[in-house]
């Protein structure tokens, strides 16, 4: 299986700052297709997984250009600039590119 | 608007069976991927499995591809989960999942007690 890991954020994060979230698979996410099979999602508290970012760098339907993906094969990082209220919850990495289909632990965003 | 509503949760004791139903509505539900993912309480996201349109290909998380099953219902537009040896392990919420375009319902909760 494809091990996702997720780093921490220095918590809290002030409100209007930028914060970054990486993630690491121990596997390339990267097909000769050229694209990068990782998702991004947000859980915010008592709400379910929502998906902010899909092929490693596009913005799912609706979701706020703060939120940015990038990365190589196997290295990945999700930015949020402007952090305000309502981006505080859990986010997750995930890759699909093979199966099973693997999530990271999660990170954490609390805002100051 | 694509809703997926998941149903069939609750209490049940240890070793016992429970089948999961998700009811899918404002999308062609015979056209997608679905899945099941799972959060134990306070834990991150446990991806269960895929069931494709037809249901000729199903993939499991290997740990529990002995006790569960994804099942569908094309006409029903029902996605299934059936879950068998409960152990205390298996509580957590269950979320029903059109796969691929980040649509997930609000998610059941199983307890597994005595």
């Known amino acids: 299986d494809i091990v996702m890991t997720q780093g921490a954020l220095p918590n809290p994060v002030p409100s209007g700052e930028s914060a970054s979230i990486t993630c690491q698979s121990s596997?390339?996410?990267?097909?000769?297709?050229?694209?990068?099979?990782l998702n991004w999602y947000l859980q915010r508290p008592g709400q379910s997984p929502q998906l902010l970012i899909y092929w490693m760098s596009t913005r799912a339907s609706g979701v706020s250009d703060r939120f940015s993906g990038s990365g190589s094969g196997t290295d990945f990082t999700l930015k949020i600039s402007s952090v305000e209220a309502e981006d505080v919850g859990v986010y997750y990495c995930q890759q699909f590119l093979e199966y099973p289909r693997t999530f990271g632990g999660g990170t954490k965003l609390e805002l100051k | 608007e694509v809703k997926l509503v998941e149903s069939g949760g609750g209490l049940v004791q240890p070793g016992r069976s429970l089948k999961l139903s998700c009811a899918a509505s404002?999308?062609?539900?015979?056209?997608?991927?679905m899945g099941w993912v799972r959060q134990a309480p306070g834990k991150g996201l446990e991806w269960i499995g895929e069931i494709n349109q037809d249901s000729s290909t199903i993939n499991y998380t290997p740990s529990l591809k002995d006790k569960f099953t994804i099942s569908r219902d094309n006409a029903q537009n029902t996605l299934y989960l059936q879950m068998s040896k409960l152990g205390s392990e298996d509580t957590a919420i269950y979320y029903c999942?059109?796969?691929?375009?980040?649509?997930w319902g609000q998610g059941v909760m199983v307890t597994v007690s005595s």
């Open positions: 596997k390339s996410l990267l097909h000769s297709n050229g694209k990068t099979y």
């Open positions: 404002g999308f062609s539900f015979n056209d997608y991927w």
């Open positions: 999942a059109r796969a691929g375009t980040g649509h």
